[in-house]
């Protein structure tokens, strides 16, 4: 069993339309967690990161974070065809010894003008 | 702020030739950067990961002889892919750790895709 998994996708919505795109994790140590919105051929970029349970907002995005059943989602509201990209859901432990996040696979969003 | 750069963008040589990438952290230090790359329509995958002033820890199969990295100083990090095959074909992408941050956030910089003939 991966140590993260994500819906590769690809997930298609209308312009306007509400995306919700989810993780689900296995190691119950991980504590914190960071979504990236990566377009084509370009490096990832850091969208949100957040540490406890519950939902962090920003702009149009929500991470929201469910620790009991290890699980992540990012919301998109009003979605735009600017927000076409992979997204790719990380975790990590704070003071780990390598520092490493490990990352899902990612999900290949549409939004159709 | 929090800017990753890679240089270069893209590169295009001969089988048996090395290939040098440059990762800079441009405006923080960065005791750590990360080395990954990426498949077409895949995920990333860590190489291994750099520390300043000290060996690269690689992560299982990869090829520290034939990936070299080093990590000179607290905003640059190269790798280099040495005596390149076409397997050795992807995009490279680095990414650089704040250092003090609490929560290991890692900016990435813009990919290097290497092409191998």
């Known amino acids: 069993q991966k140590e993260v998994e994500q819906d590769p996708g690809p997930l298609s919505v209308p312009e306007g339309a509400i995306v919700s795109l989810n993780c689900t994790y296995s190691n119950s140590a991980f504590q914190y967690f960071m979504w990236y919105r990566q377009y084509s051929r370009k490096g990832p970029e850091l969208l949100m990161y957040?540490?406890?349970?519950g939902n962090k907002e920003d702009g149009r995005f929500t991470a929201q974070v469910d620790k009991s059943s290890k699980y992540i989602s990012l919301f998109i509201r009003d979605s735009q065809p600017s927000d076409s990209a992979t997204y790719l859901c990380a975790m990590g432990l704070v003071g780990g010894a390598t520092n490493k996040l490990i990352f899902g696979t990612g999900t290949l969003l549409a939004v159709q003008p | 702020g929090a800017v990753v750069s890679q240089h270069p963008s893209r590169v295009i040589c001969k089988s048996g030739t090395s290939v040098k990438i440059e990762c800079r952290s441009l405006d923080f230090q960065a005791t750590t950067m990360f080395w990954y790359r990426q498949f077409p329509k895949q995920s990333l995958m860590l190489m291994a990961t750099?520390?300043?002033?000290?060996?690269?820890?690689?992560e299982q199969g990869v090829e520290k002889d034939k990936f070299l990295i080093n990590h000179a100083s607290l905003t640059l990090s190269t790798l280099t892919v040495t005596s390149a095959h076409p397997e050795d074909s992807s995009f490279y992408i680095c990414s650089a750790r704040l250092s003090g941050g609490v929560y290991n956030e890692q900016f990435f910089g813009p990919g290097t895709r290497l092409t191998v003939l």
């Open positions: 957040t540490y406890s349970s």
């Open positions: 750099s520390n300043e002033g000290s060996k690269a820890t690689y």
